[in-house]
């Protein structure tokens, strides 16, 4: 199997993730402040999680953080960060929550990224073996 690198760009940076022959996707969450390592999980179950939001981003309530209901949309083993959403008119926010519940960084999808996540999630979920486009 050929290793597969995900890189799920938004405002404010991006989600890249490598994937390992066993399907296994080691993610990270990348702004201009740095790189944080945020966690594993199966390209499988990940990319599903990330579709299933997409599809109905304000079906999960989750609780609140700083005050604003946020909605539940994966949560990554290993370094256990747990990734929330909240809705601004057409756009997606997604909120890194660390392990110690602090939010370590938030990307910003408008609707052309909505459509660019969905269109790449759906192509790996598809056929794990092909490498997005550059």
Do not use: N
Request: charged share 20%; net charge negative.
């Amino acid at each position: 199997m050929t290793m597969v690198t995900l890189s799920l760009v938004a405002d404010g940076g991006a989600i890249e993730g490598h994937v390992d022959a066993a399907g296994w996707c080691r993610c990270a969450l990348v702004q201009s402040a740095g790189t944080t390592s945020i966690g594993a999980e199966t390209l499988r179950h990940l990319s599903r999680r990330l579709l299933a939001w997409l599809d109905k981003p304000l079906e999960s309530p989750a609780g609140q953080i700083e005050g604003e209901t946020v909605f539940g949309v994966v949560s990554l083993s290993e370094h256990h960060y747990t990734l929330y959403s909240v809705a601004e008119g057409r756009d997606l926010l997604l909120l890194f929550q660390g392990p110690d519940t602090s939010v370590v960084g938030t990307l910003r999808l408008k609707p052309s990224h909505q459509l660019a996540w969905r269109d790449m999630l759906k192509r790996l979920t598809l056929d794990p073996t092909s490498s997005p486009p550059d």
